[in-house]
């Protein structure tokens, strides 16, 4: 009898083993949900695209209220004017969009994400067409696993249908604040539309469509960096959705009529409402995640089932690491708020707000350059006079024409050679004014001597009224 044969093991095939670099996106079916968060979240949509659509078909003093006139330099809102030169308007605006964030995340997490945040607020409306045609979310699903028919195609090209139209729209209106919008729609209607205003309308189109129709919570997941640094904003005062664990556990199925204490089972009836509701489909229940943008529609969707089942309300709720452990009532909570590093963002946050305020109200609408020829200075050495040549570059940053004066001062018997006064100033516009400066020689030193320019903006409506001054400084060369 022979011997069993052994295998030799060395010569067996290795099996191997493959591991994916990124996880296979899975499509996200949010569930419909009510509630007093849903209500908020429905609110700022509709405040952000009323200011948004509605911005720039409004009309100030004639032209459109809101326009960021690129070709001509020009930053018209509502009243205001801003010009290259007010850039640090703009520097200050951001510093308090960052102050703000900083603050909000502090206080209460992700607010902007959950509520205000252009992703957020179109997809909600992107899911809400969808809801409209392909129904709520069993009905979605069933549709995109069922094989492909008439019915189905029908749906999927009027779903699509309308977020392409919503999509232009949004790219139209986004280039009506850089284009008058009435312009760019009579152009959009007669196919004359520049090549970078039918970029910008396609280009914006298509990210809205793709963003928020497509990409939805990977946008939020992977693509914006706040989602990664936001732990460095939070304390364990900082308010987030949470999930009560000591109140919810053990979690279990159970009926309405049943004594679930007795069972040993915690509030948490493992329906799973909370993952359904989620727009990026993470169990809150395992605790903050970075994928959570705050927009606590698993508040919404727990409380209504806490409401059937009778049991109180908050199992998911705003609370605190500090008041989950500690057991906080809401006023403690509230207290906390009011933190150093709150207190320290919001004095910083006002004080930057007040100085902007301030220094707005007080902004002369007029700005003057004075630029000197250095090249040009016109003497004679038998003459007892020196002529120096400047330009002066004049700015009249309201819309309204004015006429203005100007003056020069700074040496005995130095006057002015130029055009006749006073210079008329169409409304928001700029002009160079060439001057030729006459002074005695015997009237300073030689080199450079400090003279100074007035440009008055008078009303001959009412001369009494005291006119708007600028006075700039200038030197005087005398060879």
Same mark, same amino acid.
């Given at each position: 009898?022979?011997?069993?044969?052994?295998?030799?093991?060395?010569?067996?095939?290795?099996?191997?083993?493959e591991?994916?670099?990124?996880?296979?996106?899975?499509?996200?079916?949010?569930?419909?949900v009510h509630?007093?968060?849903?209500?908020w979240?429905?609110?700022?949509?509709?405040?952000?695209?009323?200011?948004?659509?509605?911005?720039?078909?409004l009309?100030?003093?004639?032209?459109?209220?809101?326009?960021?006139?690129?070709?001509?330099?020009?930053?018209?809102?509502?009243?205001?004017?801003?010009?290259?030169?007010?850039?640090?308007?703009?520097t200050?605006?951001?510093?308090?969009?960052?102050?703000?964030?900083?603050?909000?995340?502090?206080?209460?997490?992700?607010?902007?994400?959950?509520?205000?945040?252009?992703?957020?607020?179109?997809?909600?409306?992107?899911?809400?067409?969808?809801?409209?045609?392909?129904?709520?979310?069993?009905?979605?699903?069933?549709?995109?696993q069922?094989?492909?028919?008439?019915r189905?195609?029908?749906?999927?090209a009027?779903k699509?249908?309308?977020?392409?139209?919503?999509?232009?729209?949004?790219?139209?209106?986004?280039?009506?604040?850089?284009?008058?919008?009435?312009t760019?729609?009579?152009?959009?209607l007669?196919?004359?539309?520049?090549?970078?205003?039918t970029?910008?309308?396609?280009?914006?189109?298509?990210?809205t469509?793709?963003?928020?129709?497509?990409?939805?919570?990977?946008?939020?997941?992977?693509?914006?960096?706040?989602?990664?640094?936001?732990?460095?904003?939070?304390?364990?005062?900082?308010?987030?959705?949470?999930?009560?664990?000591?109140?919810?556990?053990?979690?279990?199925?159970?009926?309405?009529?049943?004594?679930?204490?007795?069972?040993?089972?915690?509030?948490?009836?493992?329906?799973?409402?909370?993952?359904?509701?989620?727009?990026?489909?993470?169990?809150?229940?395992?605790?903050?995640?970075?994928?959570?943008?705050?927009?606590?529609?698993?508040i919404?969707?727990?409380?209504?089932?806490?409401?059937?089942?009778?049991?109180?309300?908050?199992?998911?709720?705003y609370?605190?690491?500090?008041?989950?452990?500690?057991?906080?009532?809401?006023?403690?909570?509230?207290?906390?708020?009011?933190?150093?590093?709150?207190?320290?963002? $919001?004095?910083?946050?006002?004080?930057?707000?007040? #100085?902007?305020?301030?220094?707005l109200?007080e902004?002369? &609408? /007029? !700005? @003057?350059?004075?630029?000197?020829?250095?090249?040009?200075?016109?003497?004679?050495?038998?003459?007892?006079?020196?002529?120096?040549?400047?330009r002066?570059?004049?700015m009249?940053?309201?819309?309204?024409?004015?006429?203005?004066?100007?003056?020069?001062?700074?040496?005995?018997?130095?006057?002015?050679?130029?055009?006749?006064?006073?210079?008329?100033?169409?409304?928001?516009?700029?002009?160079?004014?060439?001057?030729?400066?006459?002074?005695?020689?015997?009237?300073?030193?030689?080199? $450079?001597?400090?003279?100074h320019?007035?440009?008055? #903006?008078v009303?001959?409506?009412h001369?009494?009224?005291? &006119? /708007? !001054? @600028?006075?700039?400084?200038?030197?005087?060369?005398?060879?």
């Amino acid at each position: 009898m022979d011997a069993p044969v052994k295998l030799n093991q060395s010569a067996a095939p290795a099996e191997t083993a493959e591991q994916a670099l990124y996880e296979v996106r899975k499509k996200i079916y949010p569930r419909a949900v009510h509630g007093d968060f849903a209500a908020w979240r429905w609110t700022f949509v509709l405040l952000t695209q009323l200011v948004f659509y509605g911005g720039p078909w409004l009309t100030w003093n004639g032209r459109q209220a809101v326009l960021f006139d690129l070709a001509a330099r020009k930053f018209y809102i509502f009243g205001l004017v801003f010009w290259p030169q007010d850039i640090v308007y703009l520097t200050v605006l951001l510093i308090i969009c960052a102050y703000s964030l900083f603050l909000f995340t502090a206080v209460a997490g992700r607010l902007w994400c959950g509520f205000a945040c252009p992703q957020t607020v179109y997809t909600e409306i992107f899911m809400w067409i969808e809801r409209k045609v392909e129904g709520e979310r069993l009905a979605r699903m069933k549709l995109d696993q069922s094989p492909l028919t008439a019915r189905k195609l029908a749906l999927k090209a009027v779903k699509h249908g309308l977020w392409i139209a919503l999509a232009l729209w949004t790219g139209f209106t986004f280039v009506g604040f850089f284009t008058p919008i009435r312009t760019l729609g009579h152009e959009v209607l007669t196919f004359t539309t520049g090549p970078w205003e039918t970029f910008w309308i396609l280009f914006y189109g298509f990210a809205t469509y793709g963003n928020a129709g497509w990409m939805r919570e990977q946008v939020c997941k992977y693509m914006c960096p706040y989602a990664r640094f936001q732990s460095v904003m939070f304390d364990s005062d900082t308010l987030i959705i949470s999930y009560d664990r000591e109140r919810g556990e053990p979690r279990g199925a159970r009926g309405k009529s049943v004594d679930y204490k007795a069972k040993g089972l915690g509030d948490c009836v493992d329906c799973g409402i909370c993952v359904q509701v989620c727009p990026t489909g993470i169990d809150i229940r395992n605790g903050l995640q970075y994928e959570c943008i705050g927009c606590a529609a698993c508040i919404d969707g727990c409380d209504q089932v806490m409401e059937k089942m009778g049991y109180p309300k908050g199992l998911i709720r705003y609370s605190t690491e500090n008041a989950l452990k500690g057991h906080y009532r809401v006023d403690r909570i509230l207290k906390r708020v009011f933190r150093p590093r709150v207190l320290l963002y $919001s004095g910083i946050l006002w004080v930057i707000i007040i #100085a902007a305020l301030v220094t707005l109200y007080e902004r002369v &609408p /007029l !700005k @003057v350059d004075v630029i000197r020829d250095r090249g040009n200075v016109m003497h004679d050495a038998d003459e007892p006079e020196v002529q120096n040549v400047y330009r002066l570059q004049v700015m009249n940053t309201q819309e309204t024409a004015r006429d203005l004066r100007i003056s020069v001062s700074g040496l005995d018997g130095i006057e002015m050679k130029s055009e006749p006064q006073p210079i008329h100033m169409a409304p928001a516009s700029s002009r160079m004014v060439p001057l030729r400066i006459e002074a005695p020689r015997a009237s300073g030193r030689q080199g $450079s001597n400090r003279i100074h320019f007035t440009v008055e #903006a008078v009303d001959p409506a009412h001369p009494a009224a005291a &006119p /708007l !001054k @600028v006075v700039e400084k200038a030197t005087f060369v005398i060879p």
